[in-house]
């Protein structure tokens, strides 16, 4: 996270996939080419280094996908929105590691994904939809937490998608680490407090927020498991998940 030069060397990286794909331990890199990929990365980023962000995009555009990016923005360790969060270029410990970067993140990444016909919300009002939690035990065999994963996870139903002849979007948003449910101050900040919810509204496009749990050492700060922490071959689990934004 800290030396990307030294220890994500994407030639050595490109390699690796493209040999993963050619074995079928992971899905075609073939399927990658014109999918759509968005990338924020703060250049005042403490946490992982904000040459990581550029990486990203580089291992992304190698295989053809088009990638949108914000690197411009003095913007710290956290979620960038445009009504809530610590001052953009400072710690967000407190406020659910969430910056006002006077810049809204989820709707600028739903753009590039989804389209112009992406309307701009209105992230000063609450949005009237339904928060609902589900229950996530029903994908997991055995225990979630044995995996780490909660019970519960949270799913927006937009006030336009409640009428289930209606044709809407589905999207998956990942908490980052330090940011499920279960956290002590968190509850439903990452949903309700980084746009997310806002856009849904605005868009209809119904957003399904799962969440981890604390597993002790080997996950202290309830992250999706982006390392290994479960099993060594990170690299070719079904489930993959980092900051989407």
Known sequence: MSIPDWFAPIGGLIQFAETQSGSGTIDPVANLRGQKAYVFHGTKDYTVHPGNGAKVQQMYEHFGASVATEFSYDANHGHPTDFYGAACSASSAATQYINNCDYNGVYEMFRHLYGSEIVQPNTGSTPAGDMLEFDQSEFV???????SMDSVGFVYIPTGCRDRTKRC???????????????????DAFATKTGYTHAAEANNIIVIFPQTVAM???????????????RSEEHTSELQSHHDL
């Open 216 to 230: 002790g050492m080997t996950n202290p700060n309830s992250c999706f498991d982006w390392w290994g922490y479960l």
């Open 141 to 147: 065999t055995g225990t979630p937490t044995s995996i």
């Open 169 to 187: 979007r589905v999207h998956i948003a990942f908490h980052g680490c330090v940011q499920s449910r279960t956290t002590a101050g968190i509850g």
